[in-house]
C-alpha cells in the first residue's frame, strides 16, 4: 500500500501535537502540516494559555511571551529534527518559527535537504 502526501502530513501533525503535550505541558487547539517543495510546514492553532493573552495586552507582554515560547522550543529542536527525520527519511537543514500574540497561532518550517514534496508525490510515499 502506497502512502500518501496526506497521510504523511497527518503522521506529522499527530506526533508534532504529541511533542507538544509531553515536552511544553498542553497541545494546541488544532495542528494543520503542509508539504510544499522542501519544506513542512506546520501551523498550529492556540498555543497561548489565557494569561498568555493578558500578558500580550501590553508590549512588554508580547515581547516575554514570543521569547519565552520560542526559546522552549528551540530547546526541543533536536528531538522535533529526529521525529521528522524518522516519518520522512529526510534530514531537516533549517528550522523556522515564529508566534503571533494576537492570534495565538505558531508556524514552524521544517527545511529539507531535497525536493520532498515531488519525492512522495512521484513515488506514492
Not at 54 to 68: A, D, I, R, W
Not at 73 to 94: N, P, W
Amino acid at each position: 500500500m502506497k502512502i500518501t502526501k496526506g497521510a504523511i502530513e497527518a503522521e506529522i501533525s499527530k506526533a508534532l501535537t504529541q511533542w507538544e503535550k509531553d515536552y511544553l505541558g498542553r497541545g494546541s487547539v488544532s495542528v494543520k502540516t503542509d508539504i510544499l517543495r522542501d519544506m513542512i510546514i506546520v501551523t498550529l492553532q492556540g498555543v497561548l494559555t489565557p494569561a498568555e493573552y493578558e500578558l500580550c495586552k501590553s508590549k512588554e507582554g508580547k515581547g516575554t511571551v514570543k521569547k519565552t515560547r520560542s526559546d522552549l522550543v528551540e530547546t526541543g529542536v533536536d528531538v522535533l529534527r529526529e521525529m521528522i527525520y524518522k516519518i520522512t527519511g529526510e534530514k531537516v537543514i533549517s528550522f523556522h518559527t515564529d508566534l503571533s500574540t494576537s492570534t495565538g497561532e505558531r508556524l514552524i518550517v521544517f527545511k529539507l535537504a531535497c525536493n520532498y514534496e515531488e519525492k512522495v508525490v512521484s513515488s506514492g510515499k
